[in-house]
C-alpha cells in the first residue's frame, strides 16, 4: 500500500522559502506512470493544485504559481519536493502531496498524504 | 476562483438522499474530461471517492454514486449516514487554465 508523508520546517518568514519534503512508501516514484504533486488548502478554503513531476522527472506548475515554485524529486530517498519562494500571508496553507494516477488523458488522486501546516509569519 | 461551482452546503436526514452538482463550463467539464470526487473527513486529509465520472474505488460503499452530463456533474449519497458528514469536492482538468482544478467544496450536514 502506497503511503506519503509530507514533513518541513511548519513557520517560515515572509520573503522567504517553504520547503516541504513528500517521502513515499510502499512504491518507488521513478516506475510507473504516475503524477507526484502538491495542493493547499488555505485555512477555511478549498483545494488548490500547485504542480506535480512525473516518474521520469517532467515537470508542470499552476500557471498563476510556476513562477515561484520548483518540484523536484530525490530517486535515492523515494521522495520529491516543494519550494515555494518569495512568500507571504497568503501561502499559509496546509500543504498536501498526493499520488495522481493517470485516467483517460489527465489524472485523479488515489493517495494523500496527511498534510503539513505551513505558516507564513514574521 | 475556481471554474466548478459547487453548492456550499447540503443536508438530509440519516437514511435520505442528497445530490452534490458540480457545474462547469465548455472549457473543462464540457469538454468531455473526467470528473473525480473526493471526501474530507473534518481534520483530515482527502480521500478518492469517485473516479471517471462515475468509478468506485475498492471500500467505497454502493451508497456513492456519480454522474455526468453536459457541463456539469453531480454526486448523490443514497441512505445517508452519520459518517457521511465531510466537504466533498469535484475535480477535473480545464483547458482555458492548462491545469487540474477542483470544486469550491461543499459540506454535507447530517440533520
Known amino acids: 500500500q502506497v503511503q506519503l508523508q509530507e514533513s518541513g520546517p511548519g513557520l517560515v518568514k515572509p520573503s522567504q522559502t517553504l520547503s516541504l519534503t513528500c517521502t513515499v512508501s510502499?512504491?518507488?516514484?521513478?516506475?510507473?506512470?504516475?503524477?507526484w504533486s502538491w495542493i493547499r488548502q488555505h485555512p477555511g478554503k478549498g483545494l488548490e493544485w500547485i504542480g506535480y513531476?512525473?516518474?521520469?522527472?517532467?515537470?508542470y506548475y499552476s500557471p498563476s504559481l510556476k513562477s515561484r515554485i520548483t518540484i523536484s524529486m530525490d530517486t535515492s530517498k523515494n521522495h520529491f519536493s516543494l519550494n515555494l519562494n518569495s512568500v507571504t500571508a497568503a501561502d499559509t496553507a496546509v500543504y498536501y502531496c498526493?499520488?495522481?494516477?493517470?485516467?483517460?488523458?489527465?489524472?485523479?488522486?488515489?493517495?494523500w498524504g496527511q498534510g503539513t501546516l505551513g505558516t507564513v509569519s514574521s | 476562483q475556481s471554474v466548478l461551482t459547487q453548492p456550499p452546503s447540503v443536508s438530509g436526514a440519516p437514511g435520505q438522499r442528497v445530490a452534490i452538482s458540480c457545474t462547469g463550463s465548455?472549457?473543462?467539464?464540457?469538454?468531455?474530461?473526467?470528473v473525480h470526487w473526493y471526501q474530507q473527513l473534518p481534520g483530515t486529509a482527502p480521500k478518492l471517492l469517485i473516479y471517471?465520472?462515475?468509478n468506485r474505488p475498492s471500500g467505497v460503499p454502493d451508497r456513492f454514486s456519480g454522474s455526468k452530463s453536459g457541463t456539469a456533474a453531480s454526486l448523490v449519497i443514497t441512505g445517508l449516514q452519520a459518517e457521511d458528514e465531510a466537504d466533498y469536492y469535484c475535480?477535473?482538468?480545464?483547458?482555458?487554465?492548462?491545469?487540474?482544478?477542483f470544486g469550491t467544496g461543499t459540506t454535507v450536514t447530517v440533520l
Open positions: 475535480q477535473s482538468y480545464d483547458s482555458r487554465r492548462s491545469e487540474n482544478v
Open positions: 465548455s472549457s473543462n467539464i464540457g469538454a468531455d474530461y473526467d
Open positions: 471517471g465520472n462515475t
Open positions: 510502499g512504491g518507488s516514484i521513478s516506475s510507473g506512470s504516475y503524477y
Open positions: 513531476i512525473y516518474s521520469i522527472g517532467t515537470t
Open positions: 498526493a499520488r495522481g494516477k493517470p485516467y483517460s488523458g489527465n489524472y485523479y488522486f488515489d493517495h
